[in-house]
């Protein structure tokens, strides 16, 4: 069992975090700003921490900085946390010694995998692709998904979407050192959080209006 302290001042990473981390074992620590986190560091020993590159007080790079100088920590990894939207300073996160770089908004998979590999343990295998649908003897599938993905096309795509921009711009901070994937993976859950309410208000008056439209 690691011990994982996480600084940053967003409610939700902390949720998320601890909630992942939790479930695959570790104790998990969170403090909102780098003075908590130096104070902490001042008693604790951490196996790993994962500190917001902005934050109130010193921020994710300086934390990074006193945890890897002078040998106090010498098997601690430290994980830089960088917002989607945020500038992320590469050379700057190597000067420091940071072991690891993730983007928000944060996917379990990633998050799992970048700490467990930092703490050599084993990851889990990858999630498994849903089965290919089956066959009637005609040739023709049981079921189909395409009306649900196109509605859902049809709220977060297309001319005019209020997300495109959004998703443009974090695509648009790709640098060196950031993995295409994660940077992806990342814009789209950001997408998918700003548009669920929306996708939820519409396909309740969808149903309602079926519904009204039986009786």
């Known amino acids: 069992m690691s011990l994982v302290l996480i600084a940053d001042d967003n409610p939700h990473a902390h949720r998320m975090g601890r909630q992942i981390l939790s479930q695959e074992g570790h104790d998990v620590v969170t403090v909102s700003n780098g003075d908590e986190a130096l104070q902490y560091l001042g008693e604790n020993h951490p196996d790993l921490i994962m500190a917001d590159t902005r934050m109130p007080g010193p921020n994710g790079y300086e ?27 590469p050379e700057l996160a190597a000067e420091v010694g940071s072991d690891a770089v993730l983007h928000k908004p944060l996917d379990a998979y990633s998050l799992i995998e970048t700490i467990n590999r930092l703490l050599g343990e084993p990851t889990a295998d990858p999630v498994q692709q849903p089965p290919e649908p089956e066959l009637e003897d005609d040739g023709e599938t049981v079921t189909d998904s395409a009306p649900a993905v196109a509605t859902l096309e049809a709220l977060i795509g297309g ?11 974090a695509l648009g901070k790709a ?7 994660s940077q992806v993976r990342g814009a789209v859950t950001e997408v998918l959080q700003a548009s669920l309410p929306t996708l939820v208000e519409t396909l309740t008056q969808r149903v309602l209006e079926r519904l009204n439209g039986n009786h």
Do not use: I
Not at 159 to 169: I, S
Not at 175 to 181: N, V, W
């Open 63 to 89: 934390v990074c900085r006193q945890v890897k100088k002078g040998g106090r920590f010498p098997d601690a990894r430290v994980v830089l946390l960088a917002g989607p939207l945020e500038p992320f300073d």
């Open 175 to 181: 640098d060196a050192q950031r993995e295409r994937e």
């Open 159 to 169: 001319e005019g979407d209020p997300f495109e921009e959004l998703v443009e711009q």
